[in-house]
């Protein structure tokens, strides 16, 4: 996925495209928001896609500024879709999203003016939900579910959800290597763990083999989740918007990241890979977890309803490191000068691949260094950024540094995994063991177990031909992992037994994590947090989580406001939760009416002095507009318009074939000193302060007639077409 692409050259894309080649990945996944779309970028982008041989497709951002209009969607579709660099699947083009599950019914008219093959992110809803939503419109789903939850290391289990309820239909599974953010002016400052999540997700995507795999991301620097060049056009108008309290990204480089995708795209593709050096890639972060200020930084996110932990109980202070290796070797971790001998945690079920271990900080700081050797000679060494206690404006940097080694060339070594299964597994709580057993024979259920290698199958134990069943007050979760077990010969009495029991049918899944069900907080946090707490908004911040559970699902919305902290309240988005749901204690909170869709708040006039302020600030209390003066000339200036070329879509009566007409405008010329410019519609959903461009308003409009196709008795439409400002 690439985002934060404002202003892309030809040259930027170039480089940055001919850089995802170099590591095997076949597409970009274009993420705009709406009124955010630069056309020139996709123009440039798709131009070099197809000199290339490149493939893109759309992904709609329906959560950064808000809904996209369908119109708009469905032009930029037919607009690129004709480009042999647009990625098909199914006969169509490919398109995805992120979030907007409240407009899926948008999409039956969009797939029926577009043809396209429609694969949202609906993340928010859920697997189930998701593919009910607009009566199953979707053709598939990705899931943006990339990260694990707090303490824990990556898992499949809500991979597994999808692949229940899509039925058959095709899955786009989701691979990242980090998260950290800390942006107050997008209300985000949270991590999830990353620390052994590249390697380990890379194995879950052998083993599970979805139709796609999408990274998240190449370019997102505000959630430390790239693996694309830090690129400077792109990073400061994050900074300006986002606000952070420092800059955690510069100085921080993961191209390392991409050094190994080559082996493990092609080995996810193709079942088999090669390479001809061996090298080792290693990251971490530069300084212990509780050397410096957190920032505030939480582990989870209360807005996920998930509770929170403190970060140090998150991230572990470790280097790990994953080298590619034609045969075993050795590894040396070195600290400050200090050395330590490290065992592998994973190696790969021959001797060529990929091995990947850690090696703790043990309190040591200083320079980082690591070597990988093999009958006494070195076959990989990289120096790294030292570890220190000096942090950046006093904050703990939870981003990761990324470096690799030098590299040695061997002869051409191939991996293949044809015939391989599950050879190693794991899971949570009282299905661990089972799993641990079960999966070293290649009975790795997805839904319950967590498959950790593949590899030549393992012969089974001489059966017993003992039936196995689940424990008695335990679920049928447990009924083929015990019918398994149990007839090779592991038969736990706390999860299994030999004849049928009287079991329970659960309410939640037994792999989903807890959720916060009570909570307490002091002074006006008081009732707010005992009110959100009991449903799984518990900012740790200010509230303490008192009970956990199965999560108590949030009352509905049920009035049209929107709720904020009272002046000199801390805002944690207590009020924001609660007062929407009818809770919105006075003296904590305060609350205003939304603006319905469509609709304009109350005009704020300008002074037209504003021009003469180098950097004019202008302000109102949301919802409203502000009315901006025209810009004056100093002399009179002819103003000219460029011929500009759209694509109208038509369709007269319901399952009739659309017109799909080309047409150019020509416009004008136009001479003036006055230049009028769009005013600034500021809703309630609005951040409290924000940097916006200033667009003219000087347009041309043209009407174009079109006429129905042969067979439709109808009048030809008129439509006025307006240029751009």
Partial sequence: ?????????????????????????????????????????????????????????????????????????????????????????????????????????????????????????WSSRGAKAAMELAGGIADGLFSWAAWPWGNR?????????????LNGKPYMMPVSPWFYTNLPGFNKNWLWRGDDMWFDRWQQVQYWQPEWVEIITWNDYGESHYIGPIFEKALDPLWVRGKPPFDFVRGMPHDGWRKFLPYSIDMYKNGAASFSEETVVFWYRPSPAAACNSGGTSGNTAEQLQVEFTPVDVMQDKVFFTAQLASP?????????VSQAVEWSDTPAGSAGLYHGSAPFNGRLGEVVITISRGGSVVSRGTGRAISTSCPGGFTNWNAWVGQGSSST?????????????????????????????????????????????????PKPSPLNVQGYPAAGLDENYSGLCAFN?????????????????????????????????????????????????????????????????????????????????????????????????YCPEGA???????????????????????????????????????????TLPTQTTISFPPFTTTLTASWVANSPAVITTVTVSCSARTTNIIPVYNLNITASAIAQATYTISPSIICARPVTVSPPPGIDSPPVTITITSRP
């Avoid at 070797?329 to 000068?337: C, E, P, Q, R, Y």
């Avoid at 009416?593 to 704020?604: D, M, Y």
Wanted: aromatic share 12%; with cysteine.
């Fill in 153 to 165: 290391d990556m898992d499949t289990y809500v991979d597994a959800s999808y692949l229940q309820f």
């Fill in 410 to 458: 061997v002869s051409a070594t191939s991996v293949s995994s044809a015939g391989w299964e599950c050879i190693a597994g794991t899971a949570i709580g009282n299905f661990a063991g089972l799993c641990g057993f079960s999966c070293q024979y290649g009975y790795c259920p997805q839904g319950a177990c967590l498959c950790t290698k593949m590899g030549p199958p393992k």
């Fill in 486 to 582: 149990c007839n090779y010969g592991y038969c736990p009495t706390s999860a299994c037994a030999t004849s049928p029991q009287p079991l329970t049918t659960p309410t939640v899944s037994p792999f989903t994590p807890p959720a916060c069900t009570s909570g307490t907080g002091s002074g006006n946090f008081g009732g707010l947090c005992s009110y959100a707490c009991n449903f799984g908004f518990c900012p740790r911040a200010v509230c303490t989580c008192t009970g956990q559970g199965a999560l108590n699902v949030p009352p509905p919305i049920t009035k049209n406001t929107k709720g904020r902290a009272a002046a000199g309240v801390a805002d944690h988005g207590l009020c924001a939760f609660a007062c929407p749901r009818g």
């Fill in 589 to 631: 909170c305060q609350e205003s009416t939304l603006i319905p869709p469509g609709a304009a708040g109350p005009p704020v006039t300008i002074d037209p002095a504003v021009w003469n302020t180098p950097t004019p600030t202008v302000s109102c209390i949301p919802p409203c507009v502000v009315v901006l003066p025209p810009w």
């Fill in 1 to 121: 996925m690439v985002s934060n692409s404002h202003d892309y050259t030809i040259g930027d894309w170039t480089s940055e495209i001919r850089q995802a080649q170099a590591a095997h990945i076949d597409a970009f996944a274009l993420n705009i928001a709406y009124a955010e779309n630069d056309q020139q970028s996709i123009a440039n982008v798709f131009q070099v896609a197809s000199e290339l041989g490149f493939r893109l497709f759309f992904s709609f951002d329906y959560a950064g500024n808000g809904p996209w209009p369908q119109g708009d969607v469905i032009n930029l579709i037919n607009q690129y879709k004709g480009s042999p660099a647009h990625y098909y699947f199914g006969g169509g083009p490919f398109v995805s999203t992120f979030e907007g599950p409240e407009s899926a019914s948008d999409w039956v008219t969009i797939k029926a003016l577009t043809g396209c093959f429609f694969v949202p992110d």
């Fill in 329 to 337: 070797a050795t590894v040396t971790v070195s600290i400050g000068g």
